[in-house]
């Protein structure tokens, strides 16, 4: 997690000078920018370079071939190594325009000089200097700080004292149209929120005085973050801005506003940074290493400490429980954040369909980059994590409650807990809670999900008749799962977990019963216990719930039938049974001419009938169909025709029969019908053919259904949206079998 994170530094500037007050790490190093194997040293050029031996002629590869290996290792012009290796980094600044700034022309060393002060550099630059580079000027504290320098990235925040040397809060700017308290409640996690305008960084509080009365020493702190620029050519375009400023808005800002607020209102951060300054200066007048201080700093101080577990939770990819000042606080970066840098197109992997426009199935801007989270829906469900620990209902309920508010909340978070199961979706929870789902129920999921207390899984069935898959890998080893399984359920009637998962693995391939309690349990008697596995799994991410989902497949026969039927209107409208039948100059029937099957060929349905009822109509018999024209402006006239409004009412029902009837479609082979929601007029006619003979009752559910019959929603969400049971949706399934098509996928 956050490969390109290095170290955290605590700069500060005084009067007492610039210092790097700690930094985590003791000894951070950025990894190297080339890396080359080294050739053996038996080998002549000839034998490794190809391009070389594409270039010269066979007599002078002979040639080559007899001189003495050359030594690769001592050659100066094959190992590479940056310029200035042994230099100072923060020697190696230009400074004739006056200011301090890297110069472009020259490359450094990630490496330590031949005896560098450890506790005065790091990462090749002196602690007084980085400190300076760090802390800039007033103009430029209270908003966003990023600034490259070579290979490295530092991104902060950094804050100052006002112009009189007295830290007080800076007045808040309240936008038009802000969120009230109700609807911020259970959304806000216990740090505080990041606001859009991030160059006012201040609580509620103004015209606020620190409880000292002396006038403080320190002008300036500075929280950085240093991180090792990724190679250009592993970062897709764009993202790394994402990523630096995830970093930025989740890290830097929030544990900066903190630091800030109790400065303010304590003195904190100085008096924290006075003790650290002491306890350097006393290490190092003694001559004790650099380790010997930062042993003693993570005993005595609060921000030390907080630094240490900030930065091991961001490798490690966990929250960050931390204390500043006995102010609790909880940091974390999104989950799949490094994978900014990995892949070109980051959009979050939400399972539902990206098309579709409901607000209430996306988890909100702050959860949109690298959380990668199902979809927030109202036929999920919630699976509550450390239930016993953090998330205990009495140990809320028994908690400090700072006013009415918050007792209320606490009891609203409490009925919650107790409410949520695997075996009840959020939707069928808001109806036992008498809540409301998207302003109640929505927020309590998200704050539970933010910070790792649950996260939402698809709903499992009481009986336990869900259908499971195996995820491709798991989270840790298989024979450290089973020693836990075994650990955690010792019941002689629960076999080991490897033979569960097997039996789950091959329950797939059964046609019938291959859900988790056939394949598995096999017994009502078990199913509290194996309730408990099944709960123990998800945790762990083991198993992958499959829904049944639903295609429509138009057949051949109901094709034909289709088509027949049309046909067969199509002629009795025609007359005497017949499309294109007239009565020649001799009063006999003469409807099956060449001529006349020509015009059809020729001529749309609708312009072969108009002009069939043409020639009939003609009574003198002066057009006869054997001198008929096919080119003539009679013709095309029938077909414009066509385009206008048809005012013969004798054939409105035919033409209305034939609207919409789509040539493309006009085919005999079996087909699938991808989205019944939005039907061609060809495909709501098969859609109605399916009902024929079917049940009034039956038939009219699904035509209220079918819509939903696209593939891609699975069963719950069916379930939901049409408002039926499960056995409503078995017999649609049951009376039109032969034109659907049912499998399992994961949701």
């Known amino acids: 997690m956050a490969e390109t994170l290095l170290s955290l530094l605590l700069v500060t500037t005084s009067a007492k000078g610039s210092n790097l007050i700690f930094r985590w790490p003791e000894s951070p190093i950025a990894s190297p920018r080339l890396s080359r194997s080294r050739p053996d040293t038996k080998l002549s050029l000839s034998q490794l370079d190809n391009p070389w031996r594409a270039s010269h002629s066979q007599e002078t590869l002979e040639k080559a071939e007899l001189l003495p290996p050359k030594d690769y290792g001592n050659d100066p012009d094959y190992c590479w190594q940056r310029p200035n290796a042994l230099r100072d980094r923060s020697l190696s600044l230009s400074h004739e325009s006056g200011r301090a700034s890297p110069s472009r022309d020259r ?33 430029m504290c209270h908003q966003k700080f990023e600034l490259v320098v070579d290979d490295l990235a530092f991104i902060g925040h950094p804050v100052c004292a006002d112009s009189d040397s007295r830290w007080t809060f800076k007045p808040e700017k309240i936008k038009p149209g802000s969120r009230g308290r109700e609807e911020r409640d259970l959304e806000s996690s216990s740090s505080p929120h990041v606001p859009e305008d991030s160059t006012s960084m201040s609580p509620e509080i103004s015209n606020s005085e620190p409880s000292s009365s002396k006038a403080p020493w320190l002008h300036t702190f500075h929280l950085v973050l240093v991180l090792d620029l990724p190679d250009p050519s592993s970062s897709a375009s764009g993202n790394l801005a994402k990523y630096f400023n995830t970093l930025y808005e989740q890290i830097a800002f929030i544990l900066t506003a903190v630091l800030y607020q109790e400065q303010v209102l304590s003195n904190f951060v100085e ?5 650290l300054i002491s306890l350097k200066e006393s290490c190092i007048s003694k001559g004790e290493p650099y380790s010997k201080y930062i ?14 577990t900030i930065f091991e939770a961001i490798k490690s990819s966990s929250m960050a429980y931390v204390t500043i000042n006995y102010l609790p606080l ?3 970066l999104p989950p799949y954040l490094d994978s900014l840098l990995h892949s070109q197109d980051d959009q979050e992997t939400d399972t539902f369909d990206p098309s579709d426009d409901d607000p209430t199935l996306t988890w909100g801007e702050h959860m949109n980059l690298g959380w990668k989270l199902p979809t927030m829906a109202p036929w999920k469900t919630l699976l509550l994590l450390d239930i016993d620990n953090e998330m205990d209902p009495h140990k809320i309920l028994n908690g400090p409650h700072g006013n009415a508010d918050d007792n209320t909340l606490a009891e609203g978070l409490v009925r919650f807990l107790e409410t949520a199961s695997v075996t009840l979706s959020l939707s069928e929870m808001a109806k036992f809670l008498d809540w409301d789902l998207e302003s109640q129920v929505y927020p309590i999921v998200r704050w539970l999900v933010l910070h ?14 869900t259908a499971f898959a195996l995820p491709p890998k798991f989270g840790s080893t298989l024979s450290q799962l089973s020693a836990e399984f075994q650990e955690a359920f010792p019941h002689p009637a629960i076999p080991p977990l490897p033979q569960i998962l097997a039996t789950v693995s091959s329950s797939m391939s059964k046609q019938t019963d291959n859900h988790f309690f056939a394949s598995v349990v096999k017994s009502k008697e078990l199913i509290p216990m194996y309730h408990d596995i099944v709960l123990w799994m998800l945790k762990r991410d083991m198993l992958i719930t499959l829904h049944l989902r639903i295609r429509v497949v138009a057949t051949r026969e109901l094709k034909l039938r289709v088509k027949d039927e049309r046909d067969r209107k199509m002629g009795l409208q025609s007359g005497n049974g017949g499309r294109f039948q007239k009565k020649s100059k ?12 020509n015009a059809s060929f020729f001529l749309s349905p609708r312009s072969a009938r108009k002009f069939a009822r043409r020639i009939s109509s003609n009574e003198s018999g002066k057009s ?8 003539t402006d009679e013709t095309m006239q029938v077909v414009e025709e066509e385009e206008g409004s048809d005012s013969d009412e004798d054939n409105s029902e035919v033409d209305e029969e034939d609207s919409g009837w789509d040539t493309t479609e006009d085919h005999l082979w079996p087909s699938m019908i991808n989205d019944p929601g939005k039907a061609t007029p060809m495909q709501r006619r098969w859609l109605s053919a399916m009902s024929e003979g079917k049940e009034p009752a039956i038939a009219k559910r699904f035509e209220l259904i079918n819509q939903f019959f696209d593939g891609k929603k ?3 969400e069916i379930l939901y949206r049409a408002e039926i049971s499960r056995k409503q949706l078995r017999e649609v399934l049951h009376h039109y079998e032969d034109y659907l098509q049912t499998f399992l996928h994961p949701s």
């Open 107 to 139: 490359a450094y060393s990630f490496e330590k000089a031949s005896s560098p002060d450890e506790y005065d550099h790091v990462l090749g630059y002196s602690a007084e200097f980085l400190a300076n580079l760090l802390c800039p000027h007033r103009a």
């Open 295 to 308: 042993a003693r700093a993570l005993e005595i101080s609060s921000i030390a400490p907080a630094m240490k």
């Open 624 to 631: 006869e169909i054997s001198e008929l024209n096919f080119d």
């Open 271 to 275: 008096e924290e940074c006075d003790m």
């Open 586 to 597: 001799s009063g006999s029937e003469n409807g099956d001419t060449s001529a006349t099957r």
């Open 714 to 716: 699975s069963d719950d």
């Open 452 to 465: 790792r207390r649950a996260k939402v899984v698809d709903v499992v069935h009481t009986g336990l008749k």
């Open 330 to 332: 909880e940091l974390q």
